[in-house]
């Protein structure tokens, strides 16, 4: 099980990117894990190379 301080509840319908910038250093943050939340979400997490956080969010399907 990962471990996921704190779930970011954020809803878009915009397509999941393999990279995002960390808030937090502003270094790139990969993709790394893609949950099937429910019939409409996925929940995606995203690891930070650079300070190693790790940062989840909700996405439409
Ligand atoms: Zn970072």
């Known amino acids: 099980m990962l471990d996921v301080p704190k779930p970011t509840p954020t809803c878009t319908s915009s397509q ?11 270094d790139r943050m990969r993709l790394m894990l893609i949950e099937p ?11 930070c190379g650079g300070c190693s956080s790790n940062e989840s969010f909700l996405k439409t399907i």
């Open 16 to 26: 999941t990117t393999t990279e995002i910038t960390c808030i937090k250093c502003n």
């Open 37 to 47: 939340r429910d019939e409409r979400f996925n929940f995606v997490t995203y690891h």
